[in-house]
């Protein structure tokens, strides 16, 4: 019994540590009670596994958040929350995402992608959601109803299954309420626009941009509402919450500092050249065809004359968004009723509506190609000179690609909307005084659409722009007249513009049944019996995605090509077990010993059976310290999208090393690609970086697999100090994905082999991005291999200071290496992205931690202070001249304050990145919204939050 209860004593200061409690207050409680303290420790259940023993830690690391720092960080969104841990990078998908944006917010764990992080509410998996999206939507998740998050290093696939490659993210909800609790909330940004490097550029350009302080702006409003209470004697609970959160968008030129688009180098305003006075590549069409070869291009001119372009760029960031507006509003439920001990039913309900809006810059023609008579009556007299003075006198068509932006409309803006349910019910109880059973069936669906609204329709362009062969424009028709300066009506665009609709439903259906329990049998060097869970489960995945015939023909001219519609589903059934096996106890070099061991056998309908399994050691040398290692082999196995995904044209970022008049690579390599001698220094390169790809799904591709290794320590030296120290190494081959199109391109220059030119496939004008006729196809593979690896410490202490408690913590991860290569076996291409920055990685600071100090003392009011730290990070490149060497180390400073005015009214004020610390800015090579790197640093400036709690 003595070792039990050091074992309860270890795990509770542990498990204080991870819940950044003061270890202090547990050794207090195990002093005064150590009854109570065990019972308490045996109540909570970390996520990695299903074994339930009072007296026993699982091997695996998991880092925690608690209520109480969920509350601290004045956070209303999920995501933003999750963004301060070490541990997670910022997805793809966030608030702060206006071009692309899918509307649902992803977590994405050790930077390995959302869709290899499996996130969990209360065990259970969260249901893909979102008409674009694959991965689990956490918008679904109300801040003020989480208890913990806990999130698992390491893989997880033994445990819960496919997609927990890199770990998961597991929010335990709070469920037992008490009493009925109202909360008011509000928020917003500050920042004194003083940018005098950003002023100074765009003094040069002749742009607008704010001055001085920008008062509260982006503001948040919110009303939570939770409730409960015990019935029937006692023998059941009921919860419920509502909440509704809406924020106000915040425009990109309400920042001086994103008030212009800048350069690839940032040394510039840039720009894009479909501008609203219109740019034009013109060429002779000879026997039928354009001759690119005496390619000339022109911009429009005040005299309504043509001039070979210069600097006519247009300033599209003032009018996107910085962050999106959003509307959303949730409620659930919670019920547990324990009939006996052999019959505890439970339901979980919970429903979640949202809305948001992404908007870009306005809509216009984006060089679509159309032949135009030159005799026409769109043309000038002068101009039909320009055309017979450049090209020849017998010139009688001429081929043009028209860069218009319609700044005579509104912005373009996509409307996407998500209305999220979920049904968790399921029963619990006891089998024999050692084993109990849980059988529970769940139900997701997301359904979700996307309204595009105000982009020009492609059809009806040669019509309205009397382009040879179309129908004349007649009666009802009202001409786009774009050679003509200032020609443009806003009738005449409102008349071009068109409205795309997506349709999106995801269902998840599981059922999943096991039974845990102590086997009765025990090691002979042991005092504790062997402890075991057997369970099966069946999921059910399915995805539809239904694109009208505007998507599907890509008929809209800001859209990149076409969106088609996705229909697909898989089956999973799955058996799966854990053993867990003490050892040793009472031995002079262990107070116990013990191995955990588990496996999963998984029989897809859509890539066959594959199994994952673990094998973990968890060793208390004595009272104080504990050694702990796991391995385990996880599996992620392709999703919807990944599996049959119509294969179309979309877009990627990045450069085309052949275009441009002095061109990377010679005129031989460049043919390689597709590129004639004609074209070879006369291809123009997008000023905006992006070009074609042809993108798509494939039904062949097999799971991913990943071995995942941990090693850690866990101390508690003393009462008031305790830490932990955990090495990670998640090592993936057969990672599903795309090889860069820049890649393959660059791969054909080189090499000249066949597997890498077939892929390139360039317009007649030799160009990559002008209409849709030149792409790079690019579609799923199972290929790239990568190796991430690092080290995760939790730091404690906790001492008493002028009456009050003082608790000091810190969690941090050093990022060892996160190593990808794209095609193994090839040379050049594997790039370790640990402490980089560039076209090929997101910013991985090597270091980065967050450091947070609370005082209290016990009476109405404590106070708290956080340190946020991202450490430097260089930069592999030498386009982007304004971040020069790299990334300089970032410190965030966050305050708040908690006030109980009476037993039933509390008050919480508080501001992050309180000393208004300005974002990096870096050049639009490596941008990600506004010239910085939103959601990696602190985008907006100062967030100040305040909160009223009434409890009755």
């Known amino acids: 019994m003595k070792n039990m209860t050091f074992r309860k004593s270890l795990t509770a200061a542990a498990v204080a540590a991870s819940l950044g409690f003061p270890a202090l207050a547990v050794a207090q409680d195990n002093q005064n009670d150590t009854d109570t303290a065990a019972e308490e420790v045996e109540r909570i259940q970390v996520t990695g596994s299903r074994i339930k023993r009072t007296d026993l830690e699982t091997a695996s690391p998991v880092e925690m958040v608690s209520s109480e720092e969920v509350k ?199 720009g894009s050249s479909t501008a609203p006075v219109p740019n034009f590549f013109f060429s002779p069409i000879e026997g039928g065809s354009p001759n690119f070869d005496e390619e000339v291009f022109w911009s429009l001119t005040e005299d309504g004359s043509f001039a070979p372009f210069t600097d006519n760029l247009y300033n599209y960031a003032p009018i996107n968004h910085f962050m999106r507006p959003n509307d959303r509003y949730t409620f659930g439920s919670f019920v547990n009723y324990e009939a006996n001990d052999n019959f505890r039913p439970y339901l979980e309900t919970s429903y979640m509506h949202d809305r948001t809006a992404g908007q870009i810059a306005q809509s216009g023609i984006f060089y679509q190609n159309f032949a135009f008579d030159v005799d026409s009556d769109v043309f000038s007299d002068g101009q039909r000179q320009q055309f017979r003075d450049q090209f020849g006198a017998d010139t009688d068509q001429v081929m043009a690609y028209i860069g218009k932006r319609n700044v005579e409309g509104g912005p373009r803006i996509n409307n996407l909307e998500h209305n999220s349910y979920r049904i968790v019910a399921g029963a619990t109880g006891e089998l024999s005084a050692m084993w109990e059973y849980d059988v529970s069936f769940q139900y997701g669906s997301t359904q979700s659409s996307s309204v595009y609204i105000n982009d020009f329709y ?105 969106t088609d519609s996705l229909i697909g589903g898989y089956n999973v059934s799955e058996v799966f077990t854990e053993i867990n096996v003490p050892l040793v106890e009472d031995a002079s070099w262990a107070n116990n010993l013990q191995v955990d061991l588990g496996y999963r056998y998984s029989d897809y309908s859509s890539s066959g059976g594959e199994p994952a399994y673990k094998l973990g050691l968890d060793w208390q040398v004595n009272d104080d310290y504990k050694i702990r290692g796991t391995y385990n082999r996880a599996v992620r196995a392709p999703n919807v999208a990944e599996l049959f995904a119509t294969q179309g044209i979309g877009l990627w970022a990045g450069v085309d090393p052949c275009a441009g008049d002095s061109p990377e690579y010679t005129q031989e390599q460049c043919a390689s690609t597709g590129m004639s001698s004609g074209q070879y220094g006369n291809v123009a390169a997008n000023a905006a970086g992006q070009y074609n790809a042809i993108f798509g799904g494939n039904p062949d591709l097999d799971p991913e697999l990943a071995d995942t290794v941990t090693f850690g320590l866990v ?58 006729d030149g792409y790079v196809s690019a579609t799923s593979v199972n290929l790239a291999e990568s190796t991430n690896t690092g080290i995760d410490t939790n730091i404690n202490y906790n001492t008493e200071i002028g009456g009050g408690q003082l608790g000091i913590s810190l969690t941090g991860t050093y990022y060892m290496t996160k190593e990808t290569t794209t095609v193994p076996g090839l040379a050049g291409t594997t790039i370790d992205c640990a402490g980089v920055i560039s076209s090929d990685c997101f910013p991985q600071a090597e270091w980065r931690h967050s450091m947070n100090f609370t005082y209290s003392t016990g009476d109405w009011w404590s106070v708290g202070a956080k340190w946020r730290y991202l450490g430097s990070v260089d930069y592999v490149g030498d386009t982007d001249e304004l971040i020069g060497d790299g990334l300089g180390s970032t ?58 709690t009434f409890r009755f």
Not at 542 to 557: K, M, P
Not at 745 to 769: H, K, M
Not at 921 to 941: E, P
């Open 458 to 562: 492609v059809p009806r362009m040669p019509q309205v722009l009397g382009a040879a062969g179309a129908d004349e424009c007649g009666e009802g028709c009202i001409p786009y007249e774009v050679f003509k300066y200032q020609g443009v009506t806003g009738e005449a665009a409102d008349a071009l513009g068109g409205t795309a609709i997506l349709t999106g439903l995801t269902t998840q259906r599981i059922v999943n049944a096991f039974v845990t329990g102590e086997t009765g049998f025990s090691m002979p060097s042991s005092n504790y019996n062997v402890a075991a869970v057997f369970g099966v489960e069946n999921r059910e995945v399915d995805f539809e995605r239904v694109a009208d015939e505007v998507y599907q023909q890509g008929a809209l001219s800001g859209q990149g090509g076409p």
């Open 891 to 948: 410190s965030y400073l966050d305050l708040n304050a908690n006030f109980d005015v009476t037993e039933n009214v509390s008050v919480l004020l508080g501001m992050n990145n309180a000393l208004d610390k300005e974002p990096t800015l870096v050049g639009d090579v490596n941008s990600l919204n506004g010239n910085t790197l939103a959601g990696y640093q602190d985008a907006l400036g100062r967030y100040v939050f305040g909160s009223v």
């Open 715 to 772: 101390g508690n030296p003393t009462d008031n100090f305790n830490f932990s120290i955990d090495y990670w190494n998640i090592e993936m081959e057969d990672r599903i994905g795309t090889i860069s199109p820049e890649l393959i391109i660059r791969q054909c220059a080189e090499t000249g082999e066949a597997q890498w030119c077939n892929a390139i496939t360039r317009s007649p004008s030799g160009d990559l991005w002008r209409g849709t």
């Open 72 to 270: 601290a960080s004045g956070f209303t969104r999920v995501e933003d929350l999750m963004a301060t841990l070490p541990q997670l990078e910022t997805a793809a998908q966030n608030s702060f995402v206006a071009n692309g944006a899918a509307g649902v917010a992803n977590l994405d764990l050790r930077g390995l992608g959302a869709n290899r992080t499996l996130v969990l509410v209360n065990g259970r998996r969260l249901q893909p959601g979102g008409v674009y999206s694959q991965a689990a939507d956490v918008n679904q998740i109300p801040t003020a109803l989480i208890e913990r998050v806990e999130v698992l290093t390491g893989g997880g696939s033994s445990t819960y299954g496919s997609d927990a490659v890199a770990g998961v993210v597991n929010f335990v909800m709070k469920k037992d309420i008490e009493g009925f609790e109202v909360t008011l909330g509000t928020s917003g940004y500050q920042h004194d626009n003083s940018n005098s490097y950003m002023q100074g550029l765009m003094d040069e350009a002749g742009y607008d941009y704010p001055e001085g302080g920008s008062g509260v702006d982006g503001k948040t409003y919110t009303v939570d509402v939770t409730g409960g209470s015990m019935f029937a004697g006692g023998k059941g609970s009921a919860s419920f919450y509502a909440t509704f959160r809406t924020n106000e968008e915040l425009l990109q030129g309400e920042r001086d500092y994103s008030s212009c688009a800048l350069n690839g180098a940032g040394t510039a305003c840039g």
